[in-house]
Structures are given as structure tokens and as C-alpha cells.
């Protein structure tokens, strides 16, 4: 079964810096998906970015960066240039197949 | 059209009530989700509809009944709910994963339900 640890449940970060969010997965499986989520105190869960498996490069979106080291099992985004709409809540997922399940998530705090 | 509708926003049930979650999307997707979160946690798997069948189940009380009924609609029959059901419920859609992975899931924006 397919775990996903998300060890930050807060992180601040100051406007206009950059930040990194951490998650670190479990999987038998070669072929899986990584995918970071944004929810803000709305409710709706919005898209960032996805990484593959097989993919041999990080994404890219933006200001969005993912930072995947296979070997470690480690997925983690990187928002450079905070600002304050950023604050909200970060959640990692995993995907196998049809079965998508998300970590515990990061509540981030732009400061001002 | 990147949309997934979901109705009701917001219901509030009795414990004796049966009541109907809905969620519609017309990307073409066959994949359909629901998950249920509550305050301040992730959400959980619940139900897993792939090609309109039912695909992953993860254990859900019987109270809670899906229905696929065509490739654009998610149902979530509800009876007999207890008050710790309530959560935000949300649906979400993505294509069936083939060869890559690379099939985001879009979200509704949920039922917020509370059981009394």
C-alpha cells in the first residue's frame, strides 16, 4: 500500500522568499504519480504540479518547482517569491493506478 | 470546460434523513472520486469509479452508497449518517491512468454536510 508523509504540519515564510515543503512517499510500485495540491480556506483543491516516475527531470510551473530525488523517495515543492495568496494549505498526493491518496499536508504562512 | 460541479454547497441532515451528494463533469473523464475530509485533516479515499464501475472501495460504512449512473455523473446516496459524518465531500475527475500518470485530478468545490 502507498504512503505519503508530509512532516511540516506549519511552515512560515517571509514575503517575497522562497520556500520548501517536504514530502516523502512509499510505493512498491515502478510506475506512480506525484502531484502537489494547493487548498485555500475555500475549500477547493487546486493543481500545481505533477512528477512522473519515469520523468528525468524536475517540473517546472511558474513559480512552482518540484524537487524529486527517486532514490530518497522525496517529492518536494519549492514556491519561490512568496507572496501573500500563497498562504494555505499544501498537500502532497500519490497516484497508482486509479487509487490517489494525499499526505497530511503543510499549512503555510506568508508573512507580510 | 475544466469543471467539476458539485450540488448541494452546503446540506444539513438528520440522523434518519436520506439524502443525495451529485457531481457532474463534462471533460470526458472516466475516472470519478469521492473523498471526505474533515476540518484540518487530508482527504480520505473513499470510492473509485473507473469506467463507471466501481474500482476501490476503502471499507466505507454502508450508509454511504455510490452510483456511477453515465461517464459524466458521481452520486453519494446518504442514509443513516451519524453526526461524525459530517465533512466536506468532494468529487473529483481525472482521465483513466494508462500509460503515464500524468492525469491530474480536478476538484468540485465539496458539500459541506452536517449531520444533527
Known amino acids: 500500500a502507498q504512503k505519503i508523509t508530509q512532516t511540516q504540519p506549519g511552515m512560515f515564510v517571509q514575503e517575497k522568499e522562497a520556500v520548501t515543503l517536504d514530502c516523502t512517499y512509499d510505493?512498491?510500485?515502478?510506475?506512480?504519480?506525484l502531484f502537489w495540491y494547493k487548498q485555500p480556506s475555500s475549500g477547493e483543491m487546486i493543481f500545481l504540479i505533477y512528477?512522473?516516475?519515469?520523468?528525468?527531470q524536475n517540473a517546472t510551473e511558474g513559480r512552482y518547482s518540484l524537487n524529486f530525488q527517486k532514490a530518497r523517495k522525496s517529492a518536494n515543492l519549492v514556491i519561490s517569491a512568496s507572496q501573500l495568496g500563497d498562504s494555505a494549505m499544501y498537500f502532497c498526493?500519490?497516484?497508482?493506478?486509479?487509487?490517489?491518496?494525499f499526505g497530511a499536508g503543510t499549512r503555510l504562512t506568508v508573512k507580510p | 470546460d475544466t469543471e467539476v460541479t458539485q450540488t448541494p454547497k452546503h446540506l444539513v441532515m438528520g440522523m434518519t434523513n436520506k439524502k443525495s451528494l451529485k457531481c457532474e463533469q463534462h471533460?470526458?473523464?472516466?475516472?470519478m472520486y469521492w473523498y471526505k475530509q474533515k476540518a484540518k485533516k487530508p482527504p480520505e479515499l473513499m470510492f473509485v469509479?473507473?469506467?463507471?464501475?466501481?474500482?476501490i472501495n476503502e471499507s466505507v460504512p454502508s450508509r454511504f452508497s455510490p452510483e456511477c449512473p453515465n461517464s459524466s455523473l458521481l452520486n453519494l446516496h446518504l442514509h443513516a449518517l451519524q453526526p461524525e459524518d459530517s465533512a466536506l465531500y468532494l468529487c473529483?475527475?481525472?482521465?483513466?491512468?494508462?500509460?503515464?500518470?500524468?492525469?491530474?485530478?480536478?476538484f468540485g468545490q465539496g458539500t459541506r454536510l452536517t449531520v444533527v
Open positions: 473529483a475527475s481525472s482521465q483513466v491512468p494508462r500509460e503515464t500518470m500524468n492525469t491530474e485530478a480536478f
Open positions: 510505493t512498491s510500485d515502478p510506475s506512480y504519480g
Open positions: 512528477q512522473g516516475s519515469y520523468d528525468q
Open positions: 498526493a500519490m497516484r497508482e493506478s486509479d487509487d490517489m491518496r
Open positions: 471533460m470526458g473523464h472516466r475516472a
Open positions: 469509479y473507473s469506467y463507471e464501475k466501481l474500482s
